[in-house]
């Protein structure tokens, strides 16, 4: 009898309750170092299980509760897993699609503003580290960086009787597939991108030092190319740098996707330059990236930390320009997966039918 199984959006409902839930991976352990369930398990029977073997599992024990998901790469051997479990008469299921379904799973945080009627709620995808912000005020919403169903910013700001009216990009994303132009269509809200010759839709070009009003605050434009040449951040009432893939909290972002290992260099000049002139805001400014490089944990904890402390704990922004160059260049990580047909994409302004193969995977546009 096949077992049952699970959606990840019951289960990230279950998790984000607070349930009680015992998420065990079965995956190889390379593949759970890639990225996995904030709070799961490891068991790793993945060999064992496809070999059949009788063992697989038999001491395995539920530690947080009788309930039980098991999670494999797309939704198979987790089922071989749940079954094993079941027989031992354990309330065992399998997550629908493995981790590549995933890959959509998202939970919430406010990050709190102080004497501000201005609200910030970042929405975390929580396996893909994709970030992304609905920032309400008098009535008025903005998304920045959309990386989800255009319909749960919908239902979020309906929730807080905000209207989306602006929908705004940091660059064109690389590692994971911009829902900005759906999102626009579905609210009408305009569509805004740091002008650029990269995108063949409509949309309505800002540039340096334009601010963009959300009620009655203020999205200050910052042009800081060097990630990609078109790259920005928005400064929110001069205290809050939504920085997109510019600045991490501990790291910065790479200069070498889609592009040549001379160009890399340039821009990695460039990029210099533009976190020059982010580290010259004032210390307890708020940083909100585009990404994170771990899985996100439902605690409704905001992912931020002050420039202040950004700066503590990024070694690359206190080195020369010279020194810089050649350490960023050095210590990049592997290139996102998929990530030229990902960028044409949404160079586009296209979404396939299923996205989850394409985003499969951790983010990596980060060099620590």
């Not at 976190?275 to 708020?286: E, Y």
């Not at 070694?315 to 050649?326: A, G, M, P, Y």
């Not at 350490?327 to 030229?340: A, E």
């Amino acid at each position: 009898m096949t077992p049952p199984r699970i959606s990840s959006e019951a289960l990230r409902e279950l998790l984000e309750q607070g349930a009680a839930v015992t998420v065990v991976d079965v995956r190889p352990a390379a593949e759970r170092a890639e990225w996995a369930i904030p709070g799961s398990v490891h068991a790793d029977v993945y060999e064992a299980l496809r070999r059949s073997d009788p063992t697989a599992l038999a001491d395995f024990h539920p530690t947080n509760g009788d309930r039980v998901v098991t999670v494999c790469a797309a939704g198979k051997t987790s089922m071989l897993a749940a079954e094993r479990l079941r027989a031992r008469g354990l309330n065992a299921v399998s997550l629908e699609g493995g981790m590549r379904a995933w890959s959509l799973a998202w939970n919430t945080a406010e990050v709190p503003c102080p004497a501000s009627v201005t609200r910030i709620v970042q929405l975390r995808r929580t396996g893909k580290g994709c970030l992304s912000y609905l920032i309400g005020a008098d009535g008025d919403a903005a998304v920045v960086d959309a990386s989800l169903d255009p319909q749960v910013y919908h239902r979020l700001a309906d929730q807080q009787g905000w209207r989306i009216r602006t929908v705004l990009e940091t660059h064109v994303h690389a590692d994971h597939l911009s829902r900005a132009l759906a999102l626009a269509a579905d609210t009408g809200a305009r569509l805004c991108l740091p002008a650029t010759d990269r995108v063949s839709f409509e949309y309505a070009p800002l540039q340096d030092g334009d601010i963009v009003r959300v009620g009655s605050a203020g999205l200050r434009l910052i042009h800081t190319p060097g990630h990609t040449p078109e790259s920005v951040c928005y400064l929110l009432d001069e205290r809050v740098l939504f920085t997109g893939d510019t600045l991490f909290l501990a790291a910065v972002g790479r200069p070498d996707l889609e592009a040549s290992a001379v160009h890399a260099r340039r821009r990695a000049h460039v990029l210099h330059a533009s976190l020059r002139r982010l580290v010259a805001l004032p210390p307890d400014t708020v940083v909100l990236p585009a990404h994170t490089s771990e899985p996100v944990a439902f605690d409704r904890q905001p992912i931020s930390a002050t420039l202040r402390e950004v700066q503590e704990r990024t070694s690359l922004l206190r080195e020369t320009e010279e020194t810089f160059v050649s350490q960023i260049l050095t210590r990049l990580p592997p290139t996102p997966p998929n990530h030229h047909r990902i960028v044409a994409l949404n160079e586009a302004g296209t979404l396939p039918d299923d996205p989850t193969e394409l985003e499969a995977g951790a983010n990596r546009c980060a060099v620590a």
